[in-house]
């Protein structure tokens, strides 16, 4: 069964607030909001790290890493990401593709979708070519049109190594 591949969805929403850094998927832009939360508030890379344990049947980034936990407050997501990929490899596993949507009024991803792709692959150990990132607005409908949060889904395809 091992050798077939293995779907997985990650889905992770943040507030945004003012004078907060913006960092998604790893890369950070100068915006004038950013979002709060526990770590340094990477939907894109929480997202990624849940689709990716999904597929592995492994337990999600907010059970393994308890925002509870004093030592996760304004962690680099980056870590979670290197600690879903050591569970990963355990598992005999290795990540095939990730395909992102990020839903916020601001910033506009655009300019960093290249940027983001590269250090999304590099973080899940896979080639720039099999990660896709989307940016949408909220086309000024309900907390993310009104820009007060912003939403990150990803789908996570996972082999056999
Ligand atoms: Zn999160």
Redesign the pocket.
Known sequence: MNDLPRIGLGI???RLEPGRPCVLGGIRFESATG?I???D???VL??ACDAVLGAAGLDD?GTLFSDKDPKHRDRA?ADFCTAAMRLVRERGLRVLSLDAVVETEAPRLAPHRLAMRERIAALFELPVDRVNVKGKTGEKVDAIGRGEALRATVVALLGPR
């Open positions: 992770d929403v943040h979002p939360g526990h770590s508030g990477d939907a929480h997202a980034l997501s």
